[in-house]
């Protein structure tokens, strides 16, 4: 929400100068862009542990058809 509205309309809700504001919203902004790429990484280590599991379950379903 901070970050969405920019400074001026902050100013106006909280009744802050421009300074303290503005700082407010480029925390939020910094905080929001590190959630940013911890989730980009997450989503980055899902995908790879997704297609490497992939084929050794692959794998054992075939080891498992073939001892029949």
Known sequence: MVTG???EVMMKVLGWDGQR???LVQA???ELSK???RVQ???SLNAQNQ???QPHAERETR?????R
């Open 21 to 23: 504001t503005s700082a």
């Open 28 to 30: 939020c902004e910094s």
């Open 63 to 67: 080891a498992k058809r073939y001892k």
């Open 41 to 43: 990484a997450l989503q």
């Open 35 to 37: 959630r940013l790429q």
């Open 5 to 7: 509205y920019g400074v």
């Open 51 to 53: 297609s490497t599991s």
